[in-house]
């Protein structure tokens, strides 16, 4: 009975050191956003679950890399997720070019997501010059975008951002950005499917 005992608590102690050690750091930090090409490469996954909330367009999303800081999430389209665990924030990244990055007059943008992987913040820019930060609301089945007036917002080029900066400006977005409502909505389709899987045309 003694010897069962023993083996049990060993048996347990290798379980929970076994379960602390999956998930380690790859030592990747995330300076600018190509950063992610880097974890992608190195394709260290300790863990592939990925919610999909039974959404059809989240279905196609594939985990990447998974480490104990970040985990990337592709669709096969035009949408990379970045999990930042530490942090515990979800960013939504849509591009038209294959490599995710940055180019003058294409469209670019970045969405902060809710706990359902709904946009809820967003800085864009859709084939302008200009980048601006909008805030989405769900109310009644509408969905009201409103868009920041800060003279802050027009300083932002998104071209140039940081991954530091682009948390501090999501930040901002939430606690200190004055908004003005928008004529502009989205389809409704979008209250239940998130925006960010339309990818950028």
Aim: include cysteine; charged fraction near 30%; aromatic fraction near 16%.
């Amino acid at each position: 009975m003694m010897k069962y005992f023993w083996f049990l608590i060993f048996f347990l102690a290798f379980c929970k050191n076994k379960k602390t050690e999956e998930c380690i750091d790859r030592g990747i930090n995330i300076e600018y956003l190509t950063d992610i090409d880097k974890l992608i490469k190195d394709g260290y996954k300790c863990e592939t679950t990925f919610n999909d909330f039974n959404i059809d367009e989240l279905k196609k999303c594939k985990v990447l890399f998974s480490d104990s800081k970040y985990k990337i999430i592709y669709n096969g389209y035009k949408s990379r997720l970045l999990i930042d665990k530490k942090e515990n924030i979800t960013i939504a990244i849509n591009s038209r070019t294959v490599d995710f990055k940055t180019i003058k007059n294409l469209p670019f943008a970045l969405f902060l997501l809710n706990d359902k992987l709904m946009p809820i913040y967003a800085i864009s820019r859709l084939g302008e010059e200009k980048t601006f930060v909008y805030k989405i609301e769900y109310l009644n089945e509408n969905i009201i975008l409103s868009r920041a007036v800060d003279k802050e917002v027009a300083e932002i080029d998104i071209n140039k951002l940081k991954y530091s900066q682009i948390k501090e400006i999501f930040k901002k977005s939430i606690y200190s950005f004055r908004y003005k409502k928008e004529k502009l909505t989205l389809d409704s389709y979008y209250n239940k499917v998130p925006f960010w899987t339309a990818g950028l045309n």
